[in-house]
């Protein structure tokens, strides 16, 4: 008798006298374990490498174009009592396959 012991069909019989709602719970709680799971782990790992990148320091300024393609440039410090630099962007290229800042070399 022990050699003809079968855990699969003992466990698919299992399932079958199961009612249909614990069928149904059968079929989506391991699924909705994973998805939790994989959430959890990504949303740490997340958190835990920040939107740094591996860079250190302060955020200093923010760039930022809207609707009608012009840069704001945002600054993150407290005012200073001097003016600080500006930086002057060029404005876009309108032509989809040329380069976006042609004095630069590749």
Same mark, same amino acid.
């Given at each position: 008798m022990e050699g003809d012991y079968n855990f699969w069909k003992d466990f698919f019989d299992t399932y079958q006298s199961l009612s249909d709602w614990m069928k149904f719970a059968w079929l989506i709680v391991p699924p909705a374990f994973t998805l939790g799971l994989v959430s959890l782990i990504m949303r740490s790992r997340i958190e835990r490498n920040g939107a740094n990148h591996g860079r250190t320091g302060k955020l200093v300024y923010s760039v930022y174009r809207d609707k009608d393609d012009q840069f704001q440039i945002v600054t993150?410090? &407290?005012?200073?009592?001097? &003016?600080?630099t500006i930086l002057l962007l060029d404005p876009p290229n309108?032509? @989809?396959h040329a @380069? &976006?800042?042609?004095?630069?070399?590749?």
């Open positions: 993150h410090m &407290q005012e200073f009592d001097v &003016q600080p309108r032509e @989809p @380069p &976006q800042n042609p004095t630069r070399r590749t």
